[in-house]
């Protein structure tokens, strides 16, 4: 298994560009199992989730390829309707073809899911969304097994914010009978962007962004053209990367409004950070105060930032309290922090991470899921000596060759391959 090296202590300085939304792009790729036809896509980025996703697209019939800068996904009847285990043990998001495939077929038979280990990450709301929606489901070694002559529109009231929830039923509802009312629906940028590739398809969706979305079932959707929205998640960790070593860093091709609760919060630690219309600039400050944060459905502190933001805390002045509120096992980092010198007490949701005491040495430490193992290479960075971190395909499900885009600002790291 390859491993990341990090040499600690240099600087950030420079330009860096974001790729293409991962949690975005996933959801609209199954999107496209509602259209025969060929769907063309931009801003893809190149990542492991997106190559399982390809695969398991292939499974269920739709094969995809690169054409220059355009993944085109081509979508032709018969599909099967069966989601592997084999496939969608490795990315949880493989849930997310159940909704299209019960809609357009009446028939889903999909695994239970697996991805990060993040806490029990269950799947109860999805099921529950097509019941609402007239499925009857059944559950039988593992799969999940939906059937629907049509589905019908129905109120979804969800007891809890879920973004793949709401992707699922935005996706399922769009070729429903009648009209489907999503209340408490999840607002993140990938939700929007899905909706908006589904009305290019033909859909009718309104209130996508909002915690209300309503959607018109339409007879027939069809295949579109759609550039990928930006990565906030990969943004706003380059962001830090700039910040924890005191450089000065612009994240390009971005879309700010979207990182306003990060920016917010490294704005009160002491950041100054300018923004224009695609772009962020973090500029250094020689020492950062410690402040708060807890993780909340979007606009709120997103979670998938709570591993890094840890990571600048170690750093700061003072004490920061920083409470997870979204997945129940999410501090799997701090015990790996912890190793490089970090002095932080896991408590249940919470974490305090006492910061500043004497900087962070380097150690081999280990990467337990996907943005816990950005918050070690963002630590490795400011750490003395040589730190290893092993494990990372984890790190490459989620980004674009990050130790190619450091290392373009600066950062002193490499790839190693396993022998
Ligand atoms: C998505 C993102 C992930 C991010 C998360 C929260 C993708 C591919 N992944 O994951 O990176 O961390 O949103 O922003 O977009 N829950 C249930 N029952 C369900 C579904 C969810 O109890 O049926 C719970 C989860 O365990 C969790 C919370 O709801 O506690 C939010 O999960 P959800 O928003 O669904 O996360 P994902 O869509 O899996």
Same mark, same amino acid.
């Given at each position: 298994?390859?491993?990341?090296? !990090?040499?600690?202590?240099?600087?950030?300085?420079?330009?860096?560009?974001?790729?293409?939304?991962?949690?975005?792009?996933?959801?609209?790729?199954?999107?496209?199992?509602?259209?025969? %036809?060929?769907?063309?896509?931009?801003?893809?980025? +190149?990542?492991?989730?997106?190559?399982?996703?390809?695969?398991?697209?292939?499974?269920?019939?739709?094969?995809?390829?690169?054409?220059?800068?355009?993944?085109?996904?081509?979508?032709?009847?018969?599909?099967?309707?069966?989601?592997? +285990?084999?496939?969608?043990?490795?990315?949880?998001?493989?849930?997310?073809?159940?909704?299209?495939?019960?809609?357009?077929?009446?028939?889903?038979?999909?695994?239970?899911?697996?991805?990060?280990?993040?806490?029990?990450?269950?799947?109860?709301?999805?099921?529950?969304?097509?019941?609402?929606?007239?499925?009857? &489901?059944?559950?039988?070694?593992? +799969?999940?097994?939906?059937?629907?002559?049509?589905?019908?529109?129905?109120?979804?009231?969800?007891?809890?914010?879920?973004?793949?929830?709401?992707?699922?039923?935005?996706?399922?509802?769009?070729?429903?009978?009648?009209?489907?009312?999503?209340?408490?629906?999840?607002?993140?940028?990938?939700?929007?962007?899905?909706?908006? +590739?589904? &009305?290019?398809?033909?859909?009718?969706?309104?209130?996508?962004?909002?915690?209300?979305?309503?959607?018109?079932?339409?007879?027939?959707?069809?295949?579109?053209?759609?550039? @990928?929205?930006?990565?906030?998640?990969?943004?706003?960790?380059?962001?830090?990367?700039?910040?924890?070593?005191?450089?000065?860093?612009?994240?390009?091709?971005?879309?700010?409004?979207?990182?306003?609760?990060?920016?917010?919060?490294?704005?009160?630690? %002491?950041?100054? &950070?300018?923004? $224009?219309?695609?772009?962020?600039?973090?500029?250094?400050?020689?020492?950062?105060?410690?402040?708060?944060?807890?993780?909340?459905?979007?606009?709120?502190?997103?979670? $998938?930032?709570?591993?890094?933001?840890?990571?600048?805390?170690?750093?700061?002045?003072?004490?920061?309290?920083?409470?997870?509120?979204?997945?129940?096992?999410?501090?799997?980092?701090?015990?790996?922090?912890?190793?490089?010198?970090?002095? @932080?007490?896991?408590?249940?949701?919470?974490?305090?991470?006492?910061?500043?005491?004497?900087?962070?040495?380097?150690?081999?430490?280990?990467?337990? $899921?996907?943005?816990?193992?950005?918050?070690?290479?963002?630590?490795?960075?400011?750490?003395?000596?040589?730190?290893? !971190?092993?494990?990372?395909?984890?790190?490459?499900?989620?980004?674009?060759?990050?130790?190619?885009?450091?290392?373009?600002? %600066?950062?002193? @790291?490499?790839?190693?391959?396993?022998?």
């Amino acid at each position: 298994m390859d491993s990341i090296i !990090v040499r600690g202590g240099h600087r950030l300085n420079g330009t860096v560009s974001t790729s293409g939304s991962k949690n975005a792009a996933l959801p609209i790729l199954f999107a496209s199992l509602l259209a025969d %036809g060929q769907h063309r896509f931009t801003n893809v980025p +190149y990542l492991k989730d997106i190559e399982s996703t390809q695969s398991l697209l292939k499974s269920l019939g739709a094969s995809s390829g690169r054409e220059d800068d355009t993944l085109v996904v081509d979508v032709s009847s018969p599909a099967a309707h069966v989601a592997d +285990y084999e496939m969608v043990r490795k990315m949880r998001a493989g849930i997310l073809c159940l909704g299209p495939l019960l809609a357009r077929y009446g028939e889903a038979k999909v695994s239970l899911p697996g991805g990060c280990a993040i806490g029990s990450r269950p799947i109860d709301l999805h099921i529950e969304t097509m019941r609402r929606l007239g499925a009857d &489901i059944t559950s039988e070694g593992g +799969y999940v097994i939906a059937r629907a002559q049509r589905l019908v529109g129905d109120r979804i009231l969800f007891e809890k914010v879920t973004v793949g929830g709401t992707e699922n039923a935005l996706m399922a509802a769009s070729l429903a009978r009648g009209i489907t009312i999503i209340e408490n629906a999840a607002k993140e940028p990938e939700v929007v962007d899905l909706a908006n +590739y589904l &009305i290019a398809m033909g859909a009718k969706i309104e209130g996508a962004g909002t915690s209300v979305i309503s959607i018109e079932g339409v007879d027939e959707l069809s295949p579109a053209s759609h550039r @990928i929205v930006p990565d906030r998640i990969e943004a706003g960790t380059l962001l830090i990367a700039g910040a924890i070593t005191g450089g000065k860093v612009t994240v390009d091709n971005c879309v700010p409004g979207h990182l306003q609760s990060l920016v917010e919060k490294m704005r009160d630690a %002491g950041f100054r &950070i300018d923004t $224009d219309d695609s772009s962020l600039t973090v500029q250094a400050t020689k020492s950062w105060q410690a402040v708060d944060i807890a993780t909340a459905p979007h606009p709120g502190f997103p979670t $998938d930032l709570q591993a890094q933001f840890m990571a600048l805390m170690t750093q700061a002045s003072g004490t920061s309290v920083i409470t997870e509120q979204i997945f129940e096992n999410r501090f799997m980092h701090v015990q790996e922090l912890v190793r490089l010198g970090a002095d @932080i007490t896991p408590m249940s949701q919470v974490a305090v991470v006492r910061g500043n005491s004497g900087g962070l040495g380097a150690a081999p430490v280990m990467a337990t $899921d996907l943005r816990a193992s950005a918050s070690l290479v963002l630590a490795g960075l400011v750490a003395e000596g040589e730190t290893e !971190v092993s494990r990372i395909y984890h790190l490459d499900r989620g980004y674009e060759h990050l130790e190619n885009k450091l290392a373009s600002l %600066g950062a002193d @790291i490499e790839r190693v391959a396993a022998e």
